[in-house]
């Protein structure tokens, strides 16, 4: 998602009247600008992508907070939606097949041959997929191949 986007999807929200959406895409705008301002610096889509996967992160562990402690079901309710409508934005995640066949390319053009190798691997299938991986997936599968 880039910057334009998101200001898109905030006006979007606005004249939809999506409270709980241009919350949290209020949230994600605020954010960045943040980043704008401290590091005085123009925003990229990197930048963007990475806010909205560290306001997941947040938003789950206070979903995961508000579970454990039974609290109001309203406000998990909300958090849940957050999460939703966060990971709509987000890029597709490369998985299954797809995944399978990454990281056999990504093994042949590293030579990998031992579990010793594997962050060599793991760091390859991130520069090649931008981070949009299922890692725990790909790690499991690096563990077969990688004896």
């Known amino acids: 998602?880039?910057?334009d986007d998101l200001k898109d999807a905030i006006k979007a929200a606005m004249k939809a009247q999506d409270k709980p959406r241009l919350s949290i895409l209020r949230q994600v705008h605020g954010e960045i600008k943040n980043i704008?301002?401290?590091?005085?610096?123009?925003?990229?889509?990197?930048d963007v992508d990475?806010?909205?996967?560290?306001?997941i992160k947040?938003?789950?562990e206070t979903l995961d907070g508000s579970i454990k402690a039974g609290n109001d079901q309203a406000r998990t309710d909300t958090l849940c939606?957050?999460?939703?409508?966060?990971?709509?934005?987000?890029?597709?995640?490369?998985?299954?097949?797809?995944?399978?066949?990454?990281?056999?390319?990504?093994?042949a053009e590293t030579g990998a041959s031992t579990k010793k190798d594997m962050g060599r691997?793991?760091?390859a299938l991130t520069q090649k997929t931008g981070?949009?991986?299922?890692?725990?997936?790909?790690?499991?599968?690096?563990?077969?191949?990688?004896?």
Do not use: C
């Open 1 to 3: 998602m880039t910057y």
């Open 36 to 46: 704008e301002v401290n590091e005085r610096r123009d925003i990229s889509d990197a």
């Open 50 to 55: 990475t806010m909205l996967k560290r306001l």
């Open 58 to 60: 947040q938003t789950r």
């Open 81 to 107: 939606e957050q999460v939703a409508i966060l990971e709509e934005y987000l890029p597709k995640q490369v998985s299954g097949d797809d995944l399978i066949a990454l990281i056999g390319e990504v093994l």
């Open 121 to 123: 691997v793991m760091g």
């Open 131 to 147: 981070g949009n991986f299922d890692k725990a997936t790909a790690a499991k599968e690096l563990g077969q191949r990688l004896a």
